[in-house]
């Protein structure tokens, strides 16, 4: 009984890829929050408008800026792939079906991973 129960949540916790929204279906959701895009911008902007006074200085926080970014999208990647992994390492429970809607949710990830922000 309780591994059925446990089954049912891990079903509940997977969006079918036929319900997610077409804009999830085709991984075209940004890899970093419009907002923070927003304040990565803004940094970046603030940076570049200092190197006449500071060029050293501007190169250093550029490479920190994109570092910080470069954290931010691994960070969503590592969240997402944990969560994919959960769908179909259930063992013996997975039927074909299961596997085959993580088969859709990968290849969306897969997309996204080669797609720019």
């Known amino acids: ?60 926080d550029a490479d920190k800026l994109v570092l910080s970014a470069i954290q931010q999208i691994e960070e969503v990647f590592s969240a997402e792939r944990a969560n994919l992994e959960k769908q179909w390492t259930r063992g013996e429970e997975a039927s074909t079906e299961d596997l085959r809607v993580c088969l859709q949710h990968y290849r969306t990830f897969f997309d996204r991973l080669l797609t720019k922000i």
Not at 4 to 25: A, G, M, W
Not at 38 to 47: A, F, M, Q
């Open 1 to 60: 009984m309780r591994n059925l129960d446990e089954s049912r949540k891990r079903e509940q916790d997977v969006i079918p890829f036929e319900r997610r929204t077409e804009e999830e279906q085709e991984g075209r959701r940004p890899l970093i929050p419009p907002r923070q895009v927003e304040e990565l911008r803004e940094r970046w902007t603030s940076i570049q408008s200092r190197f006449v006074d500071e060029p050293r200085k501007s190169v250093e």
